[in-house]
């Protein structure tokens, strides 16, 4: 019986051993989990500061970002002598125009950019059949200062619109 007590007992304790030895070993595999992930974020944010060091020190990124800067700026104030005016006997070629101009000034004012949506606006004012009552709906939708600028925009654009047209006067008949 002693050698059965024995056997059962020794049976027992290599259990308790394994047992425990699983749990220190799930331990040292969460620790080492833990510090993989933090090894790895540190390389991935020493890996971004590395490149973003290139790109800025790099001379042509410099170059690139100041073009895009002009192009955005020159964007808004002289964008309209580079506008393809539609023939404005084709009432149906002004009228996509006029719907194309109104919606993307919609979204320009949306996103924040005054200057471009103004722009667009005032060039659908410039074709529009009635612009006095277009006029009427901007100003009660569009915020005062907005509407401003749109008003100071219009003699450009009616500028722009003829100087596209050959110069010639455009008479009711050819909006008609």
Known sequence: SRSCAGVCCSSHAVQNLAINRGLSMTMISKGTLGICAGVAGA???????????????????????????????????GGSSSVTWPNLKDQEAVQKFFLAQVQAGEELLAQGEIESGVEHLSRAVAVCGQPQQLLQVLQQTLPPQVFQLLLHKLPAVGESILQAAGGSKVTEEDVE
């Not at 590395?50 to 410099?62: L, V």
């Open 43 to 77: 390389l991935f944010l020493g890996y971004c500061i590395y490149f973003d060091q290139r790109r800025r020190s790099d001379p042509n990124f410099k170059k690139k970002l100041r073009e895009r800067r002009r192009k955005t700026t020159k964007g808004g104030s």
